[in-house]
């Protein structure tokens, strides 16, 4: 759309502007805010496309409470958000993921990066945006509204486990490798390793399990996991 812009979240200037100005000449609208406050009420007048969030944030309220916050609120949950960080140690990229963030980029960057993420994250948003409902067996994604149900019974699961669900539902009967899994949901330059996919696949089908829907996510023993609702396939 015309109007849709980049809502560059950081608390000094300099790098707003900096940031601002890159994007500006890769074509993309942008508007600035110094903190999550500010932030959170653009966010919610004017819907951005997707949001660059620097974690360490004044007044009380971090990017990463912010981006919890976003991807809390049903209406504002599909707003892609990248997390800027000084912080690199593994732990904290994967907070921040675990708080709905779609992509991470440690400070400094290089802004060429910067906007191949953008593209990337965008792209792999609006791939996840139609309107069509996915039924397989009672188990039932909606990505209008972002909600999972299971024979009308509502499934409670965090933003990461909703984008790992919605690419399997999205892509049935064919096995990923762990690394095409980071690549397709996470984006291929978010350096976490592999074992924090497991991690993901367990909370599925943690929620999964009570409704005997976790069979749909099965281990493909030497490759890596797929979806299907073959139960009757053999899993690792």
Known sequence: MKDEYILIVDDELPIREMIHTSLDMAGYQCQQAGDAKQAHQMIVDQRPALVLLDWMLPNGVSGIDLCRRLKRD???????????????????????????????????????????????????????????????????????????????????????????????MTHPERAYTRAQLLDQVWGGNVYIEDRTIDVHIRRLRKVLEPFAADRYVQTVRGTGYRFSSRTDIAVG
Not at 85 to 105: F, I, N, P
Not at 143 to 167: I, K, N
């Open 74 to 168: 049903e209406s504002l949950s599909e707003i892609p958000v990248i997390m800027l960080t000084a912080r690199g140690e593994e732990d904290h990229k994967v907070q921040g993921l675990d708080a709905g963030a779609d992509d991470y980029m440690t400070k400094p960057f290089s802004t060429r990066e910067l906007v191949s993420r953008i593209k990337a994250v965008l792209r792999r948003s609006n791939a996840l945006k139609g309107e069509k409902s996915i039924d397989v067996n009672g188990l039932l994604l909606d990505p209008v509204s972002q909600r999972v149900s299971f024979e009308g019974t509502s499934l409670e699961m965090g933003p990461t486990e909703y984008r790992l669900l919605a690419f399997f």
